[in-house]
């Protein structure tokens, strides 16, 4: 059995290594860039999501869709989420001939990650990077130190990030503060997109009672309780295999059921690089993981919970209240380093332990927070007027029609 998986194992490599091949010495040469094909893809495949979702989703209110061929990418392990994506659109399964043909014959890319060292961005292709947050943690040519598994060091991790800033001809930036972050750690020098991030903006034209509604109805939420969306993100030491890291919370879930399943319930969302997942099925629902989009899932909570995740930026459109559960401050610092002073900016309370929180939770102080949390919306996110994906949108139009890079839209 264990000659067998070798045998297999070696087999894909070898067929992983033909389709690079076939991308590289057949089709980028053969196969001239089409005007009206765009390529969307969010977390490397992972999922409809993000800005991108947002983009496309404008695009095709707006009828645009109809003016190019769209494609969206998807790996093989979330290619089910294809029945999700409305529209004329087609699926590419990631790393298959078709992803490869319609990578080097796209005129536009749309992501929101950095891609594949093998991939290569033709010099008439363009590439809009909407990246996936904003940044709390050190970033790209920033980092001092690397802990992610399959990674050779600093100085290679950030000669491959400056690689791959290069094929950016646009990227999106929310605020002044992320612009500065993002020309340094990128290192970019193109065009930036002061625009806000195009998945918040449902954010502000889906926040009114009737759609919050049909979420909970959708999300299956008790009326009588309120919702805690809990989002961390991933830590560089806690990986299992390159690029998947488990979700070690040093909480106490079970203690947190038994003193607050009357009153909320918990909605456990994962970042997309966690592989390691728990079992919540004891608790009967009040505590739950979601696969759901994160914008849904902001929308239908009354309070946010995180540690040092971008998730923090995102929530503080709706500005509901927000809390900070950071086991690990000290270490944390430390080992990632973070570019803003969190502990004094937080827009709320920093709890390192369960009894501190179910503490807080029982009698919430929200409005003890509330002059740093507008001090904290008019930094990190005042570009978010809900308008940001039709800008996008736009801007697509007038680089599938001139056919080079144009122009940067601002925000109103």
């Known amino acids: 059995m264990r000659m067998t998986r070798k045998i297999l194992t070696r087999l894909q490599k070898v067929w992983e290594r033909l389709h690079i091949a076939i991308y590289r010495h057949v089709y980028i040469p053969l196969i001239p860039v089409s005007r009206d094909v765009i390529v969307f893809e969010s977390m490397l495949g992972r999922g409809y999501t993000d800005s991108p979702r947002a983009i496309y989703e404008s695009m095709r209110g707006e009828g645009r869709d109809l003016s190019y061929r769209c494609f969206w990418i998807l790996d093989k392990e979330n290619k089910k989420d294809a029945s999700k994506i409305p529209g004329r659109r087609g699926i590419l399964i990631k790393n298959s001939f078709k992803y490869y043909r319609y990578m080097a014959k796209a005129k536009l890319w749309v992501f929101n990650t950095r891609q594949a060292d093998h991939v290569i961005k033709r010099k008439n292709q363009v590439q809009i990077q909407t990246w996936h947050g904003t940044p709390l943690k050190l970033l790209g040519l920033d980092m ?75 999300y299956k939420i008790p009326p009588d309780r309120k919702v805690i969306l809990y989002a961390p993100t991933w830590r560089d030491d806690e990986s299992i295999a390159r690029g998947k890291y488990i979700f ?55 309070m946010h919970m995180t540690d040092y995740s971008s998730t923090m930026f995102d929530y503080a459109v709706l500005h509901r209240p927000q809390i900070f559960y950071c ?79 144009c122009k940067s839209p601002k925000g109103e």
């Not at 944390?332 to 803003?340: A, C, Q």
């Open 248 to 302: 070690n919370p040093h909480l106490n879930f079970d203690k947190l059921y038994r003193a607050l399943k009357d009153r909320y319930v918990f909605l456990v969302k994962y970042h997309y690089l966690i592989a390691q997942k728990l079992d919540f099925s004891r608790f009967g629902g009040s505590i739950r993981s979601v696969d759901g989009d994160i914008s849904e899932l902001y929308l239908i909570s009354d």
């Open 144 to 218: 001092e130190e690397v802990h992610m598994a399959g990674n050779g060091g600093i100085e290679s991790y950030k000669a491959n990030f400056w690689r791959h800033s290069r094929r950016w001809d646009y990227l999106v930036s929310p605020s002044e503060y992320t612009d500065e972050i993002f020309e340094r750690c990128f290192d970019f020098r193109k065009n930036m997109l002061h625009t806000g991030y195009p998945r918040n903006d449902i954010l502000v034209n889906g926040n009114n009672e009737d759609y919050i509604g049909k979420l909970k109805e959708k």
């Open 327 to 405: 086991y690990d401050l000290d270490t944390y610092y430390k080992n990632r380093g973070v570019y803003m002073d969190f502990e004094e900016e937080a827009p709320g309370p920093i709890i390192k332990d369960t009894d501190g929180l179910i503490e807080y939770l029982k009698a919430p102080r929200t409005g003890d927070y509330e002059d740093r949390y507008q001090r904290f919306m008019k930094k990190y996110t005042h570009r978010e007027d809900g308008k940001n994906s039709k800008r996008i949108g736009d801007l697509i139009d007038k680089i599938m029609k001139e056919g080079e890079a």
